[in-house]
């Protein structure tokens, strides 16, 4: 089964946004629908120590596997 490459530098500057308007006060949902094997954890738990090192997100406290 051919597989294509996906970018993730989008899908982290998502999270970053949706991050941003948490902290701005804005509410916010995040849904990940794929078929498996896409990398929707890999793309979490890039994010979550993402989190734990950007001063910025540091607010943030993610539970990813």
């Given at each position: ?25 804005r ?27 950007d ?11």
């Amino acid at each position: 089964m051919r597989t294509e490459f996906v970018d993730r530098v989008e899908h982290m500057a998502e999270l970053r946004e949706l991050a941003a308007g948490l902290f701005a006060g804005r509410g916010g949902a995040l849904a990940l629908d794929s078929i498996a094997g896409m990398g929707k954890t890999s793309l979490l738990g890039a994010f979550s120590r993402l989190s734990a090192e950007d001063p910025g997100l540091r607010r943030l406290r993610l539970d990813a596997p």
